[in-house]
């Protein structure tokens, strides 16, 4: 029972690669069919992110898989074979733990990774390319994952800015549902921040830019509104939270403007996170009584205190993967003796028959109950005894220890 993981992520293969080799959700299923369909490969799942293409199989010939992935994508196998892992067992086992744990991130410890293999894994099963080891790989899989999240802190803190700015927000205002949120400009931060705090489920989202159109996009998929940037100086005393990013050379909020809207909200206190550089936010404005103004640096500040806070987390999850990995190995070693087991008992079982069947003929003749019992159960225990006496008897001086050790544990024998 081979049991690999092959594949390319971010560490091993750039952007140009990894673009080359991935797969859409819509013809996963397809893809899945096909490699098992036409390849020695018994079970398989693929799962494909912007930072990793990894195929997930039970073969004895992981070379075919990768072939079978550079032909896919009609790529030669040579341009793609200096970027591709391929790992057996124990090692597959280990880095399907670690990734859905996200240890094996370009994020440290994101939880992003976890739900994209439980798609995949939902994908194969609908196309019938999972089979008990998968399956039990990926039941033991998500089990560690959850065991990781929950007893250790390795999603816990902030390691991006945007989540760094939520951190902040929620420093002021616990919960924030009840929080009116205005992003200032509709770049890729503004984007990426818009997305955070939309997680929160805060009570209302402004996007202010200097064109609709653009923040339109942006408030449609959100959920939000929108507003120009000349709106600024009536309306922003509306908001507790403000998230700036724009490319503006010179401050677009001023310390009059800031003061003006804490007098509208009698004080009430107002978040507001720059992260443009240069400042969208004027410098004076952190002295305002009302006012919590945080900068880039500050949000650095959190970012790294995050890492190294998950950092701390992922040796404690390291740890728990390891004595995972063992159980598991432990499992699959025990399934590979299963066909052996089956064809002994099956031995015995034929055994067993065979001298029924002569007592019951026995029987049928007239003869005595207790010898004819007698004489089956000593052919029984002769004839199921007879494999290890003459293994014994036939061994060497230096097998003959060895075999007695063993011939002691299997029928537990002591003295």
């Not at 390849?39 to 073969?59: D, F, G, M, P, W």
Request: proline share 3%.
């Amino acid at each position: 029972m081979h049991l690999f993981a092959l594949g390319v992520n971010h560490v091993t293969a750039p952007l140009a690669i990894r673009e080359n080799v991935a797969f859409q959700n819509e013809t996963l299923a397809e893809a899945l069919r096909d490699l098992t369909r036409h390849h020695e490969v018994k079970e398989a799942a693929i799962l494909s992110t912007c930072n990793r293409t990894e195929l997930y199989c039970h073969t004895d010939a992981p070379q075919m898989a990768l072939q079978w992935l550079a032909r896919y994508h009609h790529i030669e196998p040579q341009v793609i074979q200096p970027y591709t892992y391929s790992l057996p067992q124990q090692e597959a086992v280990r880095h399907a733990f670690r990734v859905a744990c996200g240890l094996d991130s370009m994020v440290l410890g994101e939880p992003q990774i976890l739900g994209q293999m439980k798609q995949a894994v939902k994908i194969a099963e609908h196309a019938g390319t999972l089979g008990t080891l998968l399956h039990k790989l990926f039941e033991k899989t998500f089990a560690v994952a959850k065991e990781v999240r929950t007893t250790t802190h390795i999603g816990a803190s902030s390691v991006s800015m945007a989540a760094a700015a939520v951190r902040l927000a929620q420093r002021i205002f616990g919960e924030l549902h009840d929080q009116r949120v205005l992003f200032v400009g509709a770049g890729e931060m503004i984007a990426l921040c818009a997305e955070h705090f939309a997680a929160q489920h805060p009570a209302s989202l402004t996007i202010a830019n200097r064109t609709l159109a653009r923040g339109a996009q942006l408030a449609q998929r959100l959920g939000g509104r929108t507003m120009l940037l000349g709106e600024l100086p009536e309306r922003l005393a509306e908001f507790d939270i403000v998230v700036t990013s724009t490319a503006s050379q010179l401050p677009i909020i001023g310390l009059g403007m800031v003061e003006r809207a804490i007098k509208a909200r009698r004080h009430r206190p107002m978040c507001m996170v720059d992260l443009a550089v240069p400042r969208d936010i004027e410098a004076e404005v952190a002295d305002l009584d009302d006012v919590f103004l945080y900068t880039v640096d500050d949000l650095a500040e959190i970012v790294q205190e995050g890492i190294g806070n998950r950092r701390q987390a992922a040796e404690q999850a390291e740890a728990i993967i390891n004595v995972r990995v063992d159980h598991f190995m432990r499992w699959l070693e025990a399934r590979e003796a299963v066909p052996t087991i089956r064809a002994l008992r099956d031995h015995a079982e034929r055994l067993r028959r065979h001298e029924v069947e002569k007592a019951q003929k026995a029987l049928r003749q007239g003869e005595d109950p207790h010898a004819v019992l007698e004489a089956m159960s000593q052919a029984l225990t002769n004839k199921l005894l007879h494999g290890p006496s003459h293994a014994l008897n036939q061994s060497r001086a230096e097998e003959r220890e060895r075999l007695e050790a063993l011939l002691r544990q299997m029928f537990q024998i002591r003295g």
